[in-house]
């Protein structure tokens, strides 16, 4: 599909790049990404991947709009103290980015809501995984495994942040996240209990806003690899996929490890 | 006895020592952390049956679930 002229010079900058060029604008434009949870990590991802071109974005979120919110949710001012945070982010976003379609959720995602999520209606490009509790961040992931979508989580608190993105399809031997932390963990770490700087999640954000828009590169390319090969084959040069970075935001470090399959994993082994 | 970095510092440990093992001499919670070995994330459900190799690299980290 060829760009209009206004979309063309409006996403310039990116189309310039060897990587994206019209074809992954047009990948962008096409792409549906779900994104639970629009505090700090769900703002600044929704915002750059509207801003991006990202044709269609999901904010799920049952939360309400908190003065203490305000230095990192940057989306919102004084005046939407109360409202809802996906509504206000969704009304905000399509304001400023016309060409992105923004679908807000205004309530908190369980088990019992997925399928009024995940249904035959919705297909999902990504999921981002911006949540602030382990027990959400747990079910994201089974949602993810269960209806086959790319997850992409990060989080943070105090000076540390994480992020990582999976697929069983794709990837299978590099797990799922509850290999990596089992739901029977302890948890001592969130914003609520340990603080927060803005930008530490504002970080963590851009970073999985990037891997997003590269992983919607990359993820159709090697569908279309597929569609001409008509075999489906394992992705080996997917070097974002099974990867986990940690991030500390006091000295300055990024770690990278590969993600290993728990041969014993309850969710993604069952 | 074989020479381990674990998070960045130097620790000495027997041959034969798990990682499970060095975690406890450590007092670290078992279920509250999870362990990369040599840039490898290593699963809970795998730390007893691995044994310490001379010049291993251990980072072990809290999940951050904050957002």
């Known amino acids: 599909m060829a760009l209009t002229d206004q979309a063309f010079i409006q996403y310039s900058r990116q189309i310039l790049l060897a990587d994206v060029g019209e074809h992954g604008q047009n990948i962008f434009s096409q792409s549906h990404v779900l994104i639970i949870g629009v505090g700090g990590l769900g703002n600044l991802a929704a915002q750059y991947l509207a801003a991006a071109g990202v044709g269609q974005i999901t904010l799920v979120d049952g939360d309400t709009i908190e003065r203490s919110n305000l230095p990192r949710q940057l989306l919102f001012s004084v005046e939407d103290l109360g409202s809802n945070k996906a509504q206000v982010a969704a009304e905000k976003l399509m304001q400023a980015y016309p060409d992105s379609h923004i679908n807000s959720l205004q309530h908190y995602l369980t088990l019992d809501n997925a399928p009024e999520i995940f249904n035959a209606r919705q297909q999902f490009s990504l999921l981002l995984d911006c949540s602030d509790n382990f027990s959400t961040r747990q079910l994201i992931n089974q949602l993810a495994i269960e209806h086959q979508v790319t997850l992409v989580s990060a989080s943070a608190a105090n000076f540390q942040g994480q992020l990582l993105s999976v697929n069983q399809q794709l990837r299978p031997d590099t797990g799922c996240y509850h290999c990596l932390y089992p739901s029977d963990m302890g948890v001592s770490q969130s914003c609520q209990t340990v603080g927060v700087l803005g930008p530490m999640v504002g970080t963590l954000a851009s970073m999985q806003a990037l891997m997003s828009l590269n992983l919607l590169l990359s993820l159709n390319a090697k569908a279309d690899q597929r569609q001409v090969s008509g075999r489906q084959t394992q992705v080996d040069d997917q070097p974002l996929l099974g990867q986990l970075y940690r991030f500390d935001g006091a000295k300055f470090t990024w770690r990278q490890a590969k993600l290993t399959r728990d041969p014993d994993c309850l969710v993604c082994s069952a | ?67």
């Open chain 2, 1 to 67: 006895m074989i020479n381990i970095l674990l998070n960045d510092e130097a620790v000495t440990v027997a041959v034969g020592t798990s990682l499970t093992q060095v975690l406890e001499r450590q007092t670290i919670a078992l279920n509250g952390v999870a362990l990369v070995l040599n840039a490898e994330v290593v699963p809970r459900s795998r730390w007893s049956h691995i044994m310490c190799q001379h010049d291993d690299k251990l980072e072990v980290f809290s999940v951050v679930a904050g957002g």
